[in-house]
């Protein structure tokens, strides 16, 4: 089964929620204490055993701060 892993550029990031908001298995939240050095609250990959690399998180994220990279798991 495929699985992701979701590496999120702090400098890019503008903390709009889309990522979190689209996610269809909710791996990725947006923090309520994590803050960009610009002063957004920052998503986080909290759930990477149900992240399924299908990429959505990073199509719709409009600052392209979101890379997604895929592996094969179990
Ligand atoms: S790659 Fe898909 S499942 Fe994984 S965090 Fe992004 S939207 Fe969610
Ligand atoms: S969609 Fe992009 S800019 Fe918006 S919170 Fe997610 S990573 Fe940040």
Redesign the pocket.
């Known amino acids: 089964m495929k699985k992701?892993e979701?590496v999120v550029d702090e400098i890019l990031c503008l903390g709009c929620g889309y990522?979190a908001e689209?996610?269809?298995?909710k791996?990725?939240v947006i923090s309520k204490e994590r803050f960009s050095p610009q002063g957004h609250l920052l998503p986080e990959?909290t759930d990477p055993e149900?992240?399924?690399?299908?990429?959505?998180?990073?199509w719709m994220c409009p600052h392209f701060a979101i890379e997604?990279y895929q592996s094969e798991g179990e």
């Open positions: 992701g979701v990522c689209f996610c269809p298995t791996s990725i990959f149900n992240c399924k690399a299908c990429g959505i998180c990073a997604v």
